[in-house]
C-alpha cells in the first residue's frame, strides 16, 4: 500500500524529514481559520486506497485537537485505508488517576479519543507516571521511541567528563540508563512540589564529581522551575556551569531564558519545535512507523 | 431524577438563570490550565444517579472541545445517568458538504462528535444552510429554538414604526417571519461574497419606508463586513439611523465599535456573551431542556 505522510500546521518540518527517511510519500493539508475562529481543513493529497500518516505534536493541546480530528476523518472519508498518528509529543499522560473525587482523569479520556479516530500512535518518551504501558489507556497498538540513547549520544559526543543529573526519584531509571551508555556517575535529586509552579530541590552531597561538569537530563521542561532551582543548586556544587539536555521542551513563559543564563547549553529533541532543538529524532520516528504502514 | 446545571468557563451568568427558570439545581465544575496549556477538570457537584446539563456556547470552538468532553465523559464516570448539553451558539454548521474534494465536512464532524458524547441539544438559531434540520448530521435529539419571535418582541418594545431589513436573500423567511409577527414592511438586500472578509450588499429601492427605522436583523455577526455594508447603504437611504438586532453577536475584532458608529443602537441575544446582549433567551433555553432531563 503506498504511503502519504501529512503534517497538520507546524509539523511540516517533521514530516519532511520522516517522509525523507522512511520513502514515503511528502503530502499536503490546507487549513485555515474563519473570522470567528473556526477551522477550515482540505487533503490537498489524494488518499484513496493509501496509508495515511498524520503528524502533529501535541503540545498546548486543546486548540489541536478539532483540526486533528477533522483530518482523520476527512482521510478516511477520502478512502484512507489506514489512518495513523504520529505525535512526536503526547499530552495529558500526567492525569492518570482521581487524586480528588469528580476530576476528570485527562490520561484516560484523552487516549480514548485518540483511539478512536485512529489506527495507531507513535510517540517519544510519554511522560507516564503510574502508567506502565501506552497500552494501559491507549486501545490502538502503539511504539514509544525510547529517547536515552539519543540524550546519551549527545552528551558523550559534545560534554567531556559529565555526571549526570536527574531532577527528582521519579526520573532515577531513566537517568541511570543515560549514565550508564555513557560509562559516567549520576546523581539524583529530591523534588518537593509546591503547587503548579513552585518546587524545592535538595541533591545529595557530591563525591570525587565535583571536576566534572553536570548535565542536567530529563522528559519535559514546562515552566522549567524545577531544572532552575536545580541548575542554581549545582552551581553552588560545581565548578562548570551546569548543561541541560531535554527530551520535549515545551519552555513556556520565561523557562528558556531563564535557564540558558544559567546553564552553558540548553538543548532538546525536535519533538517540540524549539531554538533550543539540537537532537533530530526523527530517523527513530521514521522506523517506528514503517512497521504501523 | 434530579437535575443538576453546570456552566463550562464563561458560561456561568447564563447556568444560573437556566438553573431559576427551571427550578433544577446549580452546581459547579472546577476547571484550570497548568502551565504547558492542558487542562484539569474537576466536577466539584455529586452527579451520580443525576441529569446532568452542561451549558457550554461553541463561539471559537476549536479550544472548547477538550474541556467539554472532559466534562461530559468525567460526568459519566461519576454516575451521570443522563448527560445533556445546552450550546446557546452551535459552532461549525456551516461547512455541510464538500464543495472541493478533500474538505473536511466540519458540520456532519463535529455534530458526531457531540452526538457520541451527549445524549441531547439544546441550541438557539442554529446557522444551517443546505441542512434543513439538525437532525441531518446530530444522531441525538435536540431542539432548536427559534429567535424570530424574540427579536420581533424586543423590536416591538423598542422601535417606533420599524422596516425590518435582511442582509441576504438567504435570510428572507426568518426576515419574514419578524416582519409579520410586527405587521410591518421588510426588504431583504443581495449579498455578493468576495472572499472571507470582503462583500458586495445591494437593496431593492424603498417605496413608501423612507420615513420609517430600518432596522438589520440577522442570525450571526461575525467580522461584521455585511452588516457594516448594509448600514452604510441604508444611511444613504433613510433619514433615521438604522437599528442592527442579531441572534449572535461574535463581533470580531473591531466589529462591535465599526456597527456602533454607523447605527443607533446594536443589540445581540446573550447566547454569546457580549456588551451588547439585551435580549434574554435563557427562558426558551430552560423550557427547551426540562423535556429532555
Redesign the interface.
Known amino acids: 500500500m503506498s504511503v502519504v505522510v501529512l503534517p497538520l500546521p507546524g509539523n511540516e518540518a517533521m514530516a519532511q524529514r520522516i517522509a525523507e527517511q522512511s520513502g514515503f510519500d511528502p503530502g499536503r493539508i490546507e487549513t485555515r481559520h474563519?473570522?470567528?475562529?473556526?477551522?477550515?481543513?482540505?487533503?490537498?493529497?489524494p488518499?484513496s486506497g493509501r496509508s495515511v500518516v498524520l503528524v502533529c505534536t501535541l503540545?498546548?493541546?486543546?486548540?489541536k485537537?478539532?483540526?486533528l480530528?477533522?483530518?482523520a476523518?476527512?482521510a478516511r472519508?477520502?478512502g484512507a485505508r489506514r489512518v495513523g498518528l504520529v505525535a512526536p509529543y503526547l499530552?495529558?499522560m500526567?492525569?492518570d488517576r482521581q487524586f480528588?473525587?469528580?476530576?476528570?482523569?485527562?490520561a484516560r479520556?484523552?487516549a480514548?479519543?485518540l483511539s478512536a479516530d485512529f489506527d495507531w500512535l507513535v510517540t517519544v518518551e510519554p511522560h507516564l507516571h503510574r502508567i506502565s504501558s501506552l497500552n494501559d489507556v491507549f486501545t490502538i497498538p502503539s511504539a514509544s521511541i525510547h529517547a536515552a540513547p539519543l540524550l546519551a549520544k549527545w552528551i558523550g559526543k559534545t560534554v567531556k567528563n559529565p555526571v549526570v543529573i536527574g531532577p527528582d526519584q521519579e526520573s532515577r531509571p531513566w537517568v541511570a540508563a543515560v549514565a550508564e551508555r555513557l560509562n559516567v556517575p549520576f546523581l539524583v535529586a529530591d523534588k518537593t512540589r509546591i503547587g503548579?509552579?513552585e518546587v524545592r530541590i535538595d541533591l545529595p552531597e557530591v563525591d570525587g564529581a565535583v571536576d566534572r561538569t553536570p548535565v542536567i537530563v530529563d522528559d519535559v521542561v514546562?515552566?522549567g522551575r524545577t531544572l532552575l532551582e536545580l541548575t542554581k543548586l549545582l552551581r553552588t556544587r560545581f565548578d562548570k556551569r551546569p548543561v541541560s539536555a531535554v527530551v520535549h521542551g515545551?519552555f513556556?513563559?520565561e523557562a528558556y531564558a531563564q535557564l540558558r543564563s544559567e546553564c552553558a547549553a540548553v538543548v532538546s529533541t525536535n519533538t517540540v519545535e524549539h531554538d533550543s532543538n539540537t537532537i533530530d529524532v526523527s530517523g527513530e520516528i521514521a522506523a517506528s512507523v514503517m512497521p504501523f504502514c
Open positions: 474563519f473570522p470567528d475562529g473556526e477551522t477550515y481543513l482540505r487533503h490537498l493529497s488518499l503540545d498546548h493541546p486543546d486548540a485537537l478539532v483540526p480530528l477533522f483530518a476523518r476527512a472519508d477520502q499530552a495529558y500526567r492525569q480528588h473525587d469528580g476530576e476528570a482523569v485527562s479520556l484523552f480514548a479519543q503548579d509552579r514546562s515552566s515545551l513556556v513563559e
